[in-house]
């Protein structure tokens, strides 16, 4: 048995329905707040990473 295995691949139609599904699920208010809050979550995590590179070359 033999399964062909294919790469997750994202096109447009998919982006288009994962909005339309956060649409529904969120409303349209909602959406700049999760952006916002998207937004400073990964905004921390450069930073973390940031410091975390400039520790270690600290250390060396």
């Avoid at 599904?21 to 940031?50: H, N, T, Y």
Wanted: hydrophobic share 45%.
């Amino acid at each position: 048995m033999s399964l062909n295995i294919v790469p997750l691949a994202i096109g447009a139609p998919q982006v288009i329905l994962i909005v339309v599904v956060v649409l529904l699920l969120f409303g349209g208010r909602k959406i700049p707040e999760l952006m916002r809050g998207l937004g400073s979550g990964i905004k921390e995590f450069k930073d973390a990473s940031k410091d975390e590179s400039t520790d270690s070359k600290e250390k060396e």
